[in-house]
């Protein structure tokens, strides 16, 4: 167990929704990082906060938006699906000279 | 930005022999290497990881070395055992705290 926690596993929607994915990080860990991975694309970096501040932008679509709380939870807001969104979505989080842990994912499906 | 290229995409192994994964990045102010391992319904996992000032790390059965001057780095599995078999990930970090950039994965089978 990597002590990163995601909610939900799985999420099945309708294109043209928006849905939200969250994540808690490991005890201690105040960066909150989120990747996405599609099939045969590897883990794309979307965004990094930093003790709630955002700290670096990766290839986000502008319908794709994230947050981090005062209580360093994270949630990633996806809206407008296209079935193109269909992917896991990873939260990934990291302290001071600690290596980056995941969590086990979000599976959205987009139908 | 850094590009990390990662060979092959696919490896099948008979079990007890070993499995070889190779990366190449870009920047060269890239300074440390961690490999991951992504078992089915899960997320990666951390198995081991190497820092620009040394040039090989061993844990068990597994090793990663790193060449700085050839900006190219891989990860070494020996007696490979059925459950070695998972999708392994390569990802170079610059200067610390930026995010890490990952190779596209390769999916080890090891035959029992």
């Known amino acids: 167990d990597s002590g990163v926690t995601q909610t939900p596993k799985h999420l099945i929607t309708a294109t043209g929704q928006r849905v939200t994915l969250r994540c808690s990080p490991r005890?201690?860990?105040?960066?909150v990082y989120w990747y996405q991975q599609s099939l045969d694309q590897g883990l794309q970096f979307l965004i990094q906060?930093?003790?709630?501040?955002?700290?670096a932008k990766g290839n986000i679509l502008e319908r794709f938006s994230a947050q981090q709380f005062p209580d360093l939870h994270s949630e990633l807001n996806l809206s407008s699906l296209e079935l193109g969104d269909s992917a896991l979505y990873f939260c990934?989080?990291?302290?001071?000279?600690?290596?980056?842990?995941f969590g086990n994912g979000t599976r959205l499906t987009v139908t | 930005g850094e590009n990390v290229e990662q060979h092959p995409s696919t490896l099948s192994v008979q079990e007890g022999d070993s499995a070889v994964i190779k990366c190449t990045y870009s920047?060269?102010?890239?300074?440390?290497f961690p490999w991951y391992k992504q078992e089915l319904g899960k997320g990666p996992q951390l198995i081991i990881d190497?820092?620009?000032?040394?040039g090989e790390k061993k844990d068990q059965r597994i090793a990663v070395t790193l060449n700085k001057t050839a900006k190219h780095f891989s990860l070494h599995i020996t007696e490979t055992q059925p459950e070695d078999s998972a999708v392994y990930f390569c990802?170079?970090?610059?200067?610390?705290?930026?995010?890490?950039?990952f190779g596209k994965g390769t999916r080890l089978s090891v035959i029992a």
């Open positions: 990934a989080s990291s302290g001071p000279n600690t290596p980056l842990h």
């Open positions: 005890s201690g860990d105040l960066s």
């Open positions: 906060y930093y003790n709630g501040e955002e700290r």
């Open positions: 920047d060269s102010a890239s300074n440390y």
């Open positions: 190497i820092r620009s000032n040394v």
């Open positions: 990802a170079a970090e610059a200067s610390g705290n930026t995010p890490l950039v």
